[in-house]
């Protein structure tokens, strides 16, 4: 298996609501990371877990709560989001966080928020 | 201010030819640099990297170069097919550091 997996692969929330998005990999690999992309922009880094830690938060707003429940396992928990939330949000995994290794992306959740 | 810079939002190249994608940095810490290739929907896969102390890297139709003098980096796609019709995004990183800076991307059209 040498995919990234992400659910759901659309969601549509309103500003009130919780929801969960979910990152599954059964590679191996030990670092984690979420990016947000918004249309015609380059993804950009949000949380990086290594070894199940969180080792990078990128000044995110705490309405996105990052969870690592074990090795295979990454979840983004959503709460009371903004319409400017809207994007696609990628998973990524890698061996580790040292930058000789390239990343696997999953194909990403298009999340909207009314 | 974008630290990697991809100043050709869009190519067009005949199937067959070579394909030239362009990436500039600014950040002369940058010292390890990725291609990622894009199609609709998808997430960013990984295409192809440089780490600072080669001036290339080759692997099948792909090769990068890297100018550290002119902080640039090129992607040779040859031959170019139908399907390597994508958005091509370079990025790069300080060694030794997980964070990494992309450009807005190149999208490549490979006509048949």
């Known amino acids: 298996d040498t995919e990234v997996t992400q659910t759901p692969k659309h969601l549509v929330m309103g500003m009130t609501n919780k929801k969960s998005l979910k990152c599954e990999q059964h590679?191996?690999?030990?670092?984690m990371y979420w990016y947000k992309q918004k249309a015609k922009k380059p993804p950009e880094l949000m949380f990086v877990?290594?070894?199940?830690?969180?080792?990078i938060n990128e000044s995110v707003p705490s309405r996105f709560s990052p969870e690592c429940p074990n090795s295979s396992l990454l979840n983004l928990h959503l709460h009371a989001l903004q319409p400017e939330d809207s994007a696609l949000y990628l998973c990524?995994?890698?061996?580790?966080?040292?930058?000789?290794?390239?990343?696997?992306f999953g194909s990403g959740t298009r999340l909207t928020v009314v | 201010d974008q630290q990697v810079k991809q100043n050709s939002p869009s190519l067009s190249v005949q199937e067959g030819r070579i394909s030239i994608l362009n990436c500039d940095y600014t950040n002369s810490m940058f010292d390890y640099f990725l291609w990622y290739k894009k199609y609709p929907a998808e997430g960013p896969t990984f295409l192809i990297s440089?780490?600072?102390?080669?001036d290339k890297n080759e692997d099948g139709r792909f090769t990068v170069f890297l100018n550290k003098s002119a902080k640039h980096l090129s992607l040779h796609i040859v031959p170019s097919q139908p399907g390597d019709s994508a958005v091509y995004f370079c990025?790069?990183?300080?060694?030794?550091?997980?964070?990494?800076?992309f450009g807005s991307g190149t999208k490549l059209n490979v006509k048949p």
């Open positions: 877990y290594s070894y199940e830690k969180l080792s």
């Open positions: 990025a790069a990183t300080p060694y030794n550091f997980n964070k990494f800076y």
């Open positions: 990524a995994s890698s061996q580790t966080t040292g930058a000789n290794y390239g990343y696997t």
């Open positions: 590679m191996g690999h030990r670092a």
């Open positions: 440089i780490s600072s102390i080669k």
